[in-house]
């Protein structure tokens, strides 16, 4: 029988609330409001980094879970095409607003391929920390390696640069590649199996934490269609606001 883990879906709810406060801020400066350097100043780039990486760890932990309760490839791909379906429309959305910055590998497309990484990899057991470590490590090397092999320049154009491996980073407005990135899924998913194996407990059941729990845990459940939602709404909201106030 699958269980669905209250404080997984909790945890993605507390991301959700972060980047939801985060994308506010972006906006406000993006309309004026403010004004706040969203790509160089620490303040706000560690923000981002540790918004992912909740994401990204709360994936791996989700797919964890799936492989412990045996879910089926038929399962997964439905899942799957509905995130890669998300990017999609992501990709078309940004299009739009940013056209010469627009998101081509954010952080649905980056997620869409994790996830069939991860299912692929799911049984490698310990092996999965060094190779998260390794993926995390690979891209500090990547501007001594393109210095030493030119050739390897490939890699900070468009396309091949979805793996991570750059001396540069592109202009777009979300760029989540696979290296670093898939190092945080894989130690989710190491997290995750141990858990399942060791501490089910600490997964908690459904209706833990209270009302408040539950509301987290439910709106966890629906991050796709909120992370969809929400930037759209808050520039709809915040663009109106500057259109009202000078």
Partial sequence: ???????????????????TLYHFCFDLDHF????????????WTTQRTAIVS????TAGLSQA??????QGWPRFWRRWAQVAGAALLVT??????????????????????????????GGWGRWLWPLGALAIALPWLAPAAMAAWPALEVFNQPGPNALGFISRKPFTEDYVPLLPWMGVVWWGLATGRWVC????????????????GRFMALWGRWSLSYYLLHQPVLMGVVGLAAMLMP
Wanted: no cysteine.
């Fill in 54 to 57: 909740l994401f990204l760890f």
């Fill in 32 to 43: 004026g409001f403010i004004d706040q350097a969203f790509l160089s100043d620490p303040f």
């Fill in 65 to 70: 879970v799936a492989l412990h309760q045996g």
């Fill in 92 to 121: 078309v959305g940004s299009w739009f607003v940013f056209p010469k910055s627009f998101i081509y590998f954010g952080v649905l497309h980056g997620i869409a391929v994790m996830l069939v990484v991860a299912r692929l990899t």
């Fill in 197 to 212: 194996a060791n501490r089910p407990g600490w997964l908690g059941g459904s209706g833990q934490g209270g009302a408040p």
């Fill in 1 to 19: 029988m699958n269980v669905r883990y209250d404080r997984i879906d909790q945890l993605r709810a507390v991301a959700l609330l972060w980047m």
